[in-house]
């Protein structure tokens, strides 16, 4: 069992950056960001591979998200500039042992999650 834990959540205003970071207790094939708006269903924002370091981007974030790691540290990062209110949701680390054509489903575990507020 991987545990995951979210960090760097906060309040920033339109326009600006923050990035947020998620630590893994394990090593697993690749991980991923997703977000969650009140009222929304989830959604797919990022992920990555540990061996290869391949991205994949949700078609909103493109360009403004950037999505690393640090394999030495066990853990991965979301850079995320141009911000907007949009943007305000709560951001959920996720962590998947196999390879599947989807990017954006069949992940094994879950953070917690941060709250992110983008103010207009």
């Known amino acids: 069992q991987v545990q995951l834990v979210e960090s760097g959540g906060g309040f920033v205003q339109a326009g600006g950056s923050l990035r947020l970071s998620c630590a893994a207790s394990?090593?697993?094939?690749?991980m991923g960001w997703f977000r969650q708006a009140p009222g929304t269903e989830r959604e797919f924002v990022a992920a990555?591979?540990?061996?290869?370091?391949?991205?994949y981007y949700a078609d909103s974030v493109k360009g403004r998200f950037t999505i690393s790691r640090d394999n030495a540290k066990n853990k991965v990062y979301l850079q995320r500039n141009s911000l907007k209110p949009e943007d305000t949701a709560v951001y959920y680390c996720?962590?998947?042992?196999?390879?599947?054509?989807?990017?954006?489903?069949?992940?094994?575990?879950w953070g917690q999650g941060t709250q992110v507020t983008v103010s207009s």
């Open positions: 990555i591979r540990w061996c290869g370091g391949t991205t």
């Open positions: 394990g090593r697993t094939f690749s």
């Open positions: 996720a962590a998947r042992d196999s390879e599947y054509a989807s990017w954006t489903a069949y992940y094994d575990y």
